[in-house]
């Protein structure tokens, strides 16, 4: 599949989705750093949430907020491995189903956006957050 093509019931291409949900989880981590009320991160936040956004708005717009954020002193955004060691805090990405019963419940972009999905450590029951649509991530249960 092709960067440009959109698969089934998508908005965006896989790879665009996975670059807007690494962007999106880079956000939230540096919250309390960088000011994401910014006028100018928003603007773009809000052309990410538009209905009709394309394909190509949505890879200028994580381009602008990639800058955004080198400007404000966070930098290798889309350039390194995620993972829990890298994550911290009190989410991590999906883990590789091993034996047993698969996850029931994860937390995926509230705007269909994005291919983010992640899962609650113990004892936090809160979704993270999503820093593109400025709510938290929505709550999925996977089929049995």
Known sequence: MSHT???PGRRVSGTTAA?????CADM???ADLVDLTDPEAERVRTRLRADD???EEVREALNALVEFLRRHGVTAVLDTARG???LGGDFTGLPVIGHGRPLEEVYVCPGDLCDR???A???RPAAPPCAVWARP????RTDR
Request: hydrophobic share 45%; proline share 7%.
């Open 121 to 123: 450590r113990p004892g």
């Open 84 to 86: 829990a060691e890298v």
């Open 53 to 55: 956004v394309t394909e």
């Open 28 to 30: 939230a981590d540096v």
């Open 117 to 119: 999905v992640e899962i």
């Open 137 to 140: 991530l929505r709550r999925f």
């Open 5 to 7: 093509q959109r698969p």
């Open 19 to 23: 670059d807007v949900a690494r962007v």
